[in-house]
């Protein structure tokens, strides 16, 4: 059974950093693209970012939104993909998804992970 | 980037309606389309991929189809179950996009 689990959400103070991981099981990790998505309080939701599985070159993208301040890695060995997020801002407040498609470069959410809760504040 | 838009961004219905939203694209996405379905509290689900298709163990009270550039979802048969915001999310390219939402209440 394909399972994601993310950790690494909390309070944290605009303009500090922070990382978020997505631990997977279930299934073989270095395959398979992860995506992130996020969804603010009272908001829509809102794709963040992916990364390729190393096969298709393992890059990342990311929303306009956030590039520039987001980084996704993978560490393919421990089946964790990981956020980071520099120079917090209250509006990046959400709850952080991540999630895996049907295909191997999927940009779809098919399975997800039960959410990760950011609280941006001082 | 390509903009979505999802119309109503909310609606009231009774039980055993008929739902239709709609989502349109703003540049030609072919049928990279998905629809979410999302719970208060809960994770989002995936009902249709590829514009039309039914993602297996979805109720078939849930539908979807395209003309043109526009993009609908449609409940047969609205049950209480289906309180949620509905969310269309193009994937032809990047970056992904999706609509504002639809939320479904009922009267």
């Known amino acids: 059974e394909v399972e994601l689990i993310e950790s690494g959400g909390g309070l944290i103070q605009p303009g500090r950093s922070l990382k978020l991981s997505c631990l997977s099981s279930?299934?073989?990790?270095?395959?398979?693209?992860i995506n992130w998505f996020r969804q603010a309080p009272g908001k829509g939701l809102e794709w963040v970012g992916f990364?390729?599985?190393?096969?298709?070159?393992?890059?990342?993208d990311y929303a306009s939104s956030v590039k520039g301040r987001f980084n996704i890695s993978r560490d393919d060995s421990k089946g964790i993909a990981h956020l980071q997020v520099k120079s917090l801002k209250t509006e990046d407040t959400a709850v952080y998804y991540c999630?895996?498609?049907?295909?191997?470069?999927?940009?779809?959410?098919?399975?997800w992970g039960q959410g990760a809760l950011v609280v941006v504040s001082s | 980037d390509i903009q979505m838009t999802q119309s109503p961004s909310s609606l009231s219905a009774s039980i055993g309606d008929r739902v239709i939203f709609t989502c349109q694209a703003s540049?030609?996405?072919?049928?990279?389309l998905n629809w979410y379905q999302k719970k208060s509290g809960q994770v989002p689900k995936l009902l249709i991929y590829?514009?039309?298709n039914l993602e297996p163990n979805v109720p078939s009270r849930f539908s979807a189809n395209v003309s043109g550039p526009t993009f609908t979802f449609a409940i047969d048969s609205l049950q209480p179950e289906d309180v949620a915001s509905y969310y269309c999310?193009?994937?032809?390219?990047?970056?992904?996009?999706f609509g504002g939402g639809t939320k479904v209440e009922v009267k």
């Open positions: 540049q030609d996405i072919k049928y990279s």
């Open positions: 999630a895996r498609g049907r295909y191997y470069i999927s940009t779809s959410g098919l399975y």
């Open positions: 590829d514009a039309f």
């Open positions: 990364i390729r599985p190393k096969s298709y070159g393992g890059k990342a």
């Open positions: 999310q193009q994937y032809q390219s990047l970056p992904l996009t």
């Open positions: 279930g299934f073989n990790f270095a395959d398979y693209a």
